[in-house]
């Protein structure tokens, strides 16, 4: 079976269904470290990393948005001395979508190649 970070986004268009609460939990056990909860009013997905040096998260931050830049979905990013805070969900559906869970799995992957450098 396929892994999350092994796929790629699909084209989203308005009015594609947001994914059911049956199809979320099946998907967050792939990624655990994410937490699923209303954000401004929408559902998203949030995950907090943690980094010694401000410039190791912003080294993060920077590969988060060139993997949102190839996979055309783009999320929220705070980056914060020692802390970086990811947001994904899907803007033309205002909620969540299968490509979500996995940028957010493709996320997780680099935090743990650049915790390996």
């Not at 943690?50 to 979905?73: C, G, I, P």
């Amino acid at each position: 079976m396929e892994k999350l970070y092994e796929k790629h986004c699909e084209v989203c268009r308005m009015g594609a269904p947001v994914v059911t609460d049956e199809e979320a939990n099946r998907m967050i056990l792939s990624i655990p470290a994410w937490k699923r909860q209303f954000h401004d009013g929408v559902d998203k997905l949030i995950r907090e990393f943690y980094f010694v040096e401000f410039r190791d998260a912003f080294s993060f931050t920077y590969k988060v948005a060139n993997l949102a830049e190839r996979e055309n979905h783009h999320p929220a990013i705070l980056t914060e001395w020692g802390k970086v805070t990811v947001y994904w969900w899907t803007h033309k559906i205002n909620g969540l979508h299968s490509n979500d869970f996995i940028m957010a799995a493709k996320t997780d992957m680099i935090a743990k190649l650049s915790a390996k450098s």
